[in-house]
T-cell receptor, first 114, second 116 residues
Framework: DVKVTQSSRYLVKRTGEKVFLECVQDMDHENMFWYRQDPGLGLRLIYFSYDVKMKEKGDIPEGYSVSREKKERFSLILESASTNQTSMYLC?????????????FGPGTRLTVL | AQKVTQAQTEISVVEKEDVTLDCVYETRDTTYYLFWYKQPPSGELVFLIRRNSFDEQNEISGRYSWNFQKSTSSFNFTITASQVVDSAVYFCARPQAQTGANNLFFGTGTRLTVIP
């Protein structure tokens, strides 16, 4: 079974802190994704990566950056956390760069910024 | 982005009732895919089904069935004889691009509550 793990289920940070959210997948998937989920808005894509050291902006990249130094690991970075970044963050991965490939999701990190 | 719309925000049904979750999509493409995912209370989205635009046959998997109608741009999901374990948020989604990584555009989700 594909396993996507995220470093924390719950995280509480203060405004202005630098925050790292880590995601690891164990099935040699090419693609990795970061979404945020907010009530009434569904899932929105922040960034994705289709290869090591490659990244592409999603629909809402402002205030975020990412890092993919190894194929299995995709990190989301909040350079200076703000209260409007309080949200559920979901990481996903998929095997191929084709539009029909399903994504596998991690359990999510619920981030609260005070 | 070519969007998907889930107009039903929340639905409650009594156990054993049938329930249909609606999904309407936009498309300018002749070839496209649509997905349904389930998010149980644990939080992890689980893939349910993928359909392509060339196959309009209804799909049935146990108590789950999907009705894909290109004429109305809909891809609706029906649960027959609902059970408490079906309580979850359900998302309809479609790829944003024709090529490349399959970054998905998700609908806003429908929260289904099955009352025992």
């Amino acid at each position: 079974d594909v396993k996507v793990t995220q470093s924390s289920r719950y995280l509480v940070k203060r405004t202005g802190e630098k925050v790292f959210l880590e995601c690891v997948q164990d099935m040699d998937h090419e693609n990795m994704f970061w979404y945020r989920q907010d009530p009434g808005l569904g899932l929105r894509l922040i960034y994705f990566s289709y290869d090591v050291k490659m990244k592409e902006k999603g629909d809402i990249p402002e205030g975020y950056s990412v890092s993919r130094e190894k194929k299995e690991r995709f990190s989301l970075i909040l350079e200076s956390a703000s209260t409007n970044q309080t949200s559920m963050y979901l990481c996903a991965s998929s095997f191929e760069r084709v539009m029909y490939d399903e994504q596998f999701f991690g359990p999510g990190t619920r981030l609260t910024v005070l | 982005a070519q969007k998907v719309t889930q107009a039903q925000t929340e639905i409650s049904v009594v156990e054993k009732e049938d329930v249909t979750l609606d999904c309407v999509y936009e498309t300018r493409d002749t070839t496209y895919y649509l997905f349904w995912y389930k998010q149980p209370p644990s939080g992890e989205l689980v893939f349910l089904i993928r359909r392509n635009s060339f196959d309009e046959q209804n799909e049935i998997s146990g108590r789950y069935s999907w009705n894909f109608q290109k004429s109305t741009s809909s891809f609706n999901f029906t649960i027959t004889a609902s059970q408490v374990v079906d309580s979850a948020v359900y998302f309809c989604a479609r790829p944003q691009a024709q090529t490349g990584a399959n970054n998905l555009f998700f609908g806003t989700g429908t929260r289904l509550t099955v009352i025992p």
